[in-house]
């Protein structure tokens, strides 16, 4: 075999002139994604397909249903059950469950306006917050990994256990406010116009230019790159979207203007952008986000390879409860209070049921944090939408209910027609 030839093998399809690679072609990216169609990787395709096809179905029905101040609250409907579904995801992809996550949320709740009714500042209020999240993840955790108590058994416990410690706190039948003007403003206050724009805008450019920046590193490498067609259709959705949404929430949407005018993207919209970025980077850039998802696809295979799989779950444990604490700092900012009931009722299984529907497997090993986020909006969008088309409070329960059962039933189809092994 000649030198060139050889070359070329190890190369993996460089194109000859330098040894640059070739960009991938539109036929082939189109092949390449119907092949993992086939294998069952479909991400998070359903639910993007299901999110457009309901908010398409619930404006027919309502053209109310697409107004900026709808839009707007669904964003702040949605945003806790997204931060604790984000934290379950880390869980989920181990292949265990959190059923405490929703509880977790309201005993952080709890102890965020504890302490500043007790005169702290709110620096310290956060931190004691997200401090209380990482303990009661810390102790779920060691019980789950090191004595090997089931997480179901363990977060069941924690579940009934939590439920008791808001009791204790908030006391039976009572309700703290919440007094801190800067906590409220998290889930009630709005960016100046400009500076939505500002971030939308710098927003996208930063995503063209991670991108091209990522293209020319694989190039340095020799790895193949992907379609430069799908990458600039990619820029493109994502620009409508962004700056789409950006020109629809920055319409007046309050009622009254004389009594207040509301404006701007709601301030959660870049905190949880913030977030997304990161613990997507946690997942997809780093080593301990590789250990994650070889624990979840195989814990033995990962424990061969030298990973420390029991510290691997303790510290997604304790991520996912201190999202979950995250997210009962926006209850307690957007109702302005906290009562026994934070948390609870159907908190922890909207949150489940978006980490599943987002595109998250419930068997470990497949998932992502945007899939949190698309799952997040999905039930937010049925949770708003659904009394629209159906007015008995049992059939929208029923329905809800179903969308889950659906999507379960996708992710053990699709894994079964992933090849084993």
């Known amino acids: 075999m000649s030198t060139a030839a050889t070359t070329g093998q190890v190369s993996g399809g460089l194109a000859g002139q330098g040894g640059r690679p070739e960009s991938e072609s539109l036929r082939e990216a189109l092949s ?106 810390l102790v779920i955790g060691i019980l789950t990994a090191y004595l090997r108590i089931p997480s179901f058994v363990v977060t069941l416990a924690a579940f009934l256990a939590l439920q008791g410690v808001l009791l204790a706190v908030i006391g039976e039948g009572g309700t703290i406010r919440q007094p801190d003007d800067t906590i409220s403003d998290i889930m009630n206050g709005n960016l100046p116009v ?92 780093t080593r301990f986000g590789r250990h994650v998802f070889a624990v979840g696809g195989n814990a033995e295979a990962a424990r ?53 529907i987002g595109g998250t497997s419930l068997f470990g090993g497949k998932g992502s944090i945007i899939a949190a986020v698309l799952g997040g909006l999905v039930i937010a969008v049925i949770r708003n939408g659904l009394p629209l088309v159906v007015k008995e409070s049992y059939a929208q329960y029923i329905v809800t209910g179903l969308v889950l059962l659906l999507a379960a039933t996708v992710d053990a189809l699709s894994r079964r027609r992933q090849p084993s092994g």
């Open 194 to 285: 400009w500076l939505g724009w500002v971030l939308a805008v710098v927003g996208v450019l930063a995503f063209v230019v991670v991108g091209l920046l990522g293209r020319m590193s694989r190039a340095r490498a020799g790895l193949p790159l992907r379609s430069r067609v799908i990458f600039w259709l990619t820029v493109a959705v994502l620009a409508v979207l962004v700056l789409g949404g950006t020109a629809i929430l920055s319409v007046e949407r309050s009622v009254n203007t004389e009594l207040t005018s509301i404006r701007g993207l709601p301030n959660i919209v870049p905190i949880g952008a913030v977030v997304v970025i990161g613990l997507t980077f946690v997942l997809t850039r």
């Open 32 to 137: 390449r994604f119907r092949g993992q169609l086939s294998g069952g990787n479909i991400g998070p395709l359903s639910s993007i397909l299901g999110l457009v096809s309901l908010f398409a179905l619930f404006t027919a029905l309502d053209e109310n249903f697409a107004s900026p101040g709808n839009i707007a609250n669904l964003i702040n409907q949605s945003a806790a059950v997204m931060f604790i579904a984000m934290g379950l995801v880390f869980v989920l992809l181990l292949g265990e469950i959190d059923l405490a996550a929703g509880f977790t949320a309201g005993v952080a709740a709890a102890v965020l306006v504890t302490v500043l009714t007790n005169g702290r500042p709110t620096i310290v209020a956060v931190l004691a917050t997200l401090a209380a999240g990482a303990v009661i993840g």
């Open 304 to 356: 061969r390879a030298g990973i420390n799989v029991a510290r691997v779950r303790v510290a997604c444990f304790v991520i996912g409860s201190v999202l979950a604490a995250v997210a009962g700092i926006l209850l307690a900012s957007r109702g302005n209070s906290v009562s026994p009931a934070t948390g609870g009722a159907l908190t922890l299984l909207y949150a489940v049921a978006a980490a599943v």
